[in-house]
């Protein structure tokens, strides 16, 4: 009997040990890949201080969607907590842009990449890292002049699942997609509309519909991608402003998630954004059709 339970309590023992060093792999694991990303070079564009350039810079912060996901007073917010998740939490923006230098929230807008030098999970740095170095020191330069209000944020993790899939190779973290962003290509067009437009749909609505715009989303399967906006050249001028402002498609529909988006980001844009989106999308559709 005593040997029965010695021999048991071995395979205990064994069992313990393996699950350990199992775990230990997959955390050593996944922490070398989400540090494996090199620093960018350093933002040295000047912070601007011009009623201007913040009133610029609160604009990005609610058309590029900062205050849908840090909250409408930049407080930080609490996105989902689950075993296979881990726990989502968006910084409060007005104190970590007063913590940070403008090179770190640089890098971690653009690139992904957080204050220890860990590449990110869930921020949507591919939406933002074709904006321009002035609107990047614009937004800073808002963050940092409004009011921090405080809101108890629970400490963020990512779940074993993630790790576990990040030290197989199965995922990445974000800073390993930014390359796959393509770059602006229509900024030699003669149309000054197009070239603007351009530039609105490329930090705004690729976050959602793919780095390039035509549904390439690298997260989700063929099946599930969103539309490719080439598509945008079926709707008239007429319905394409109202969904931008109300959120409304055409035959006063609601949509799954881009009615929300609309009504809290893009009704904000001037009535020439919302113009230069539209003339923009029909010169997409148009290559789109010229293309082999």
């Known amino acids: 009997m005593r040997i029965i339970l010695w021999g048991l309590a071995t395979l205990v023992a064994a069992a313990v ?17 989400l540090k494996s990303f090199a620093d960018p070079p350093a933002f040295t564009t000047p912070i601007p201080t011009d009623a ?6 609160r604009h990005i912060a609610i058309t590029r969607g900062c205050t849908g996901c840090h909250g409408d007073r930049l407080e930080g917010e609490e996105h989902g907590h689950d075993a ?16 940070e230098s403008p090179a770190a929230f640089e890098r971690g807008l653009r690139h992904g990449i957080d204050r ?15 904006l321009s170095d002035p609107d990047v020191a614009a937004v800073y330069a808002y963050l940092r ?14 779940s074993w699942k993630i790790r576990l899939a990040l030290a197989l190779g199965q995922d990445a ?3 390993a997609f930014i390359k796959q962003v393509p770059p602006l290509s229509f900024q030699t067009d003669p149309d000054p509309a197009v070239r603007r437009g351009e530039y609105l749909a490329m930090t705004s609505c690729n976050e959602c519909h793919g780095f390039g715009l035509r549904g390439d989303v690298p997260f989700v399967d063929v099946a599930q991608r969103p539309p490719d906006l080439t598509m945008v050249a079926a709707y008239d001028k007429a ?3 109202k969904l931008m402002r109300t959120g409304k498609a ?10 929300g988006v609309a009504r809290d980001r893009f009704s904000h844009w001037t009535d020439s954004e919302v113009d230069d989106l539209y003339v923009f999308f029909g010169a997409l559709n148009k290559r789109a059709a010229a293309a082999p």
């Open 17 to 33: 040990i393996g699950l350990g060093g199992f775990v230990g792999w997959v955390w050593f694991a996944s922490e070398a890949h």
């Open 52 to 57: 201007a350039s913040l009133a610029r810079g």
């Open 84 to 99: 296979w998740f881990g726990q989502g939490v968006a910084p409060n923006l007005a104190k970590l842009a007063r913590a």
């Open 116 to 130: 220890t030098g860990h590449g990110v999970y869930s921020m949507p740095s591919f939406n933002f890292v074709r």
């Open 145 to 158: 002049s409004q009011p921090v209000v405080e809101a108890k944020l629970p400490k963020p993790f990512l």
């Open 173 to 175: 973290a974000i800073p």
């Open 239 to 241: 319905d394409f402003v």
């Open 250 to 259: 055409t035959g006063n529909r609601e949509l799954r998630l881009m009615s």
